[in-house]
Structures are given as C-alpha cells and as structure tokens.
C-alpha cells in the first residue's frame, strides 16, 4: 500500500467552474482544426489520431456524468454518446458533456459518495478528475499540432496535486506505480513562475520514497533530484507529457532516482 499524500487540502474545493473553462478552451481549439488535423497522430497517445482524443475527452465527461448520477460505476459502452455525424460538431458536443457534468455535480453535491477508482469516491472528485483529463488531452491535441499547451496556473498546480493524489489508486491497474517506494529518497518539483505569476499560488512540491510507497508535501525543500520549470511544463511532466530530457524543463541531480520516478508513475 501507499502512504497517504502529507497535503491532502485541494487548491479548490468546487472544480466545476474550472472544468467548464477547460472544456472551453478544448472546444476551441477542436473549431479551429483544418480537415486534415483531425486524422494527425498524437505522439504522446500512441495509436491514437486526434479524432480519437477528442472523442475520448467526451465520452469521459459523459461516463463521468452518469456515475455521478447513479452514484455506481457504469459501463461507458453502455452510454448513448451521440458521437457528431461531422467534425463541426465536435467543440458543441464537447461542451455539452462538460456542462452535463458540472451541472450534476452541483445538484448532487459535491459530497455525494459515487463509486471512483480513486481514494475520494464523491462526486465532486469525478469533477476533479474530469477538468485534469480534459487539460491533458487537450495539451495532447496541441503538441501533435506542434504548439506548446498553456494552462491556468489554478488548473496547473493542483493537476499536480492530483496526480500525486490518485497515483497509489491507480496501482489496481498499473502494477508497478507499487514500485514507487524506497528509504528516504526524495524528489523536488520546483515552479519557476513568479508569484504574480501564479496568482499567489504555491507551487513547490516534495516526493520522498518510503518502504511502503511515498507520501508528498507542498514545501520549498532540497531533494536528491530535482525538476524545475513553468508550474504548466511540471504539469505535464508528471502526467508524462514531458521526459526528464524535454528542453522545457530542467533537472538537477540523482537522474537515476527520477528515471525510476518517471518509469514507475505512469498510468
């Protein structure tokens, strides 16, 4: 089993407004795709084009909204996803899920227990979840289009907090995150934004590796190994959008500790 994370406050207890914002920003970024975009293969999906992300995107949101409903686990193959007979539709249908959910969430309560794979079976978890999967794949869509992904600094900061959050969860399906552990070691994840920057945000991170998993905190603090970078390049590293040798990061020390980190903590 893991160790609990040592931070386990949110940057923001309500997730809806964020999540709807990023369904937005991915809306627009599907409107503006040319023809032959769509058909692009996404280097950080392997095996998928970018039809297959956005399409990924909103059944999610619609999954999302159905357990969020029923407060049980569903079956996605099961869901009426109403996929767009033309491109066009695609930024429309995109929003509506992303709408759906939050809707449901607000309604429901963002305390309602709904089953989840992760360690906060609620429905405000599932928005959480929801803005963080929307975020990356849209940053997918953008790097297959060679452009580099932006993010709010809020949306940024605690997607690093949420992976850290639902990471030992995710060893159910991804066996070795089980071998995140350790005696001590420790692993820094270092924002270079400035506070005005991120909004008076902090963005500092400590990993450190146990015996029985790892535990983190939001500290300022040495490590063995560190990463430092924009809070939206951390982002992405950890959701392996960035490796420890992408130009748009840097990395200071024990390089074998954080390869073991990064081939251990995808999923």
């Known amino acids: ?93 995109l929003r509506t899920g992303a709408a759906d959910l939050a809707g449901e969430v607000r309604a429901a309560g963002a305390d309602k227990p709904v089953w989840s794979w992760g360690p906060e079976p609620t429905a405000g978890a599932w928005a959480r ?62 924002a270079t934004d400035s506070g005005a920057e991120l909004g008076g945000l902090s963005a500092e991170w400590l990993i450190t590796l146990e015996p029985q998993g790892f535990r983190w905190s939001r500290t300022h603090a040495k490590g063995a190994a560190a990463v430092r970078g924009p809070v939206g390049e951390l982002y992405l590293f950890v959701w392996g959008r960035r490796t420890p040798r992408s130009k748009e990061i840097e990395v200071l020390g024990d390089h074998t500790l954080l390869d073991h980190w990064v081939v251990n903590s995808s999923f």
């Not at 040592?6 to 207890?13: F, I």
């Open 1 to 93: 089993m893991m160790s609990e994370t040592a931070n386990p406050h949110l940057v923001h207890t309500d997730h809806t407004d964020l999540l709807t914002a990023e369904a937005e920003r991915a809306a627009a970024l599907l409107a503006g795709l040319r023809t032959d975009d769509w058909d692009l293969e996404v280097p950080t999906c392997p095996g998928w084009t970018v039809r297959k992300v956005a399409r990924h995107i909103g059944t999610a949101h619609r999954w999302a909204t159905a357990m969020v409903r029923s407060g049980l686990r569903e079956d996605p193959r099961a869901l009426d996803l109403g996929f767009p007979a033309a491109y066009e539709g695609y930024p429309d249908w």
């Open 129 to 190: 979840r929801m803005l963080h999967e929307t975020a990356v794949h849209r940053a997918d869509i953008e790097l297959a289009l060679g452009r580099t992904p932006e993010f709010d600094p809020a949306v940024a900061v605690d997607g690093v907090e949420e992976f850290l959050t639902v990471l030992p969860s995710a060893a159910g399906f991804s066996p070795r995150i089980r071998a995140l552990t350790g005696d001590g070691e420790t692993l820094h994840l270092h």
